[in-house]
């Protein structure tokens, strides 16, 4: 009984292995005779074809092939709007960027413009990279997005791409903070990065004032300037002792509750210990 059933299964399992085998092997046939065939438009069948069953990458490699000699056809329109969304379909984003912008450059009155400055924007967010790095491609996405905005401020899709441009903006922001803390862990190393960080601190908060991240860089405002403060020479230390205090009420005016209030308020007292009332500072 046992044996049979072990026999059995090992059947079930070789028929399904011949049938998947059997399916790709006959698919590959289908790719390959496509990039045989000659006939433009039989390409173009199989390139919609291929899009509607989910095979994105042959949809795209096959429209690769046709695009360019649509031009100047009634077919070149939806053939590169095709090929644009078969790359986004299959997370080909840069790629799928370049062939919506294409069409909406040549198409600017077309069927299919609104989405394809939609999408074009919208593909990029997709794929943008940790903020530790570069961030051209999010800045990419950003200046589509807007366009779209200023092109289509009534779309359907509007409050969507408001949504991912404010996202985009809070990784732009994160950045920033990143960058302040890095000056801030550095130190006096080499030279005073506290400086650094307070600059980009300060910075950052002017250029995204409602950020989520703005409280964390305020924190880096202050903890730079108690740094700085603590050691700083005897004829400096009255006035930065001062600003450490004055950029305290800033914090607390703003932040009353912020997560940092703690740390915050070691700061405060120690330029509070160290200010001399009588001292002369300018």
Known sequence: MVRRLYYNMKQTIKILLIGSLFLLFTSC?????????????EKYSYAKKFYNTGKYE??????????????????????????????????????A????????????????????????????????????????????????????????????????????????????????????KLYYDLGNYIFNNYESSIITARNAMKSYPYSIHKEEMHYYVVASLYEIAKNSVQEKQQQRMRDLRDEYYNYINEFPNGAHRDKIEQFFAYAEKHINPDADWE
Do not use: C, H
């Open 97 to 180: 960027q370049g062939a919506f912008k294409q069409y909406y450059t040549e198409f600017p009155n077309g069927e299919y413009t609104e989405l394809a400055r939609f999408y074009s924007g919208y593909g990029l967010a997709q794929d943008i990279p940790d903020p530790r790095l570069d961030q051209s491609k999010t800045i990419q996405a950003m200046q589509e997005l807007q366009l779209f905005l200023d092109f289509y401020p009534q779309s359907e899709k509007a409050e969507e791409a408001k949504q991912l441009l404010f996202e985009l903006q809070e990784n732009l922001a994160y950045k920033e903070v990143l960058n302040a």
């Open 29 to 41: 046939n289908e790719l390959t005779k496509v990039q045989k065939s000659t006939d433009l438009y």
């Open 58 to 95: 042959w949809a795209a490699q096959t429209l690769e092939e046709i695009v360019p000699y649509f031009r100047g056809s009634s077919e070149m329109e939806p053939a590169l709007y095709l090929l644009a969304q078969s790359y986004y379909k299959n997370e080909d984003y840069l790629a």
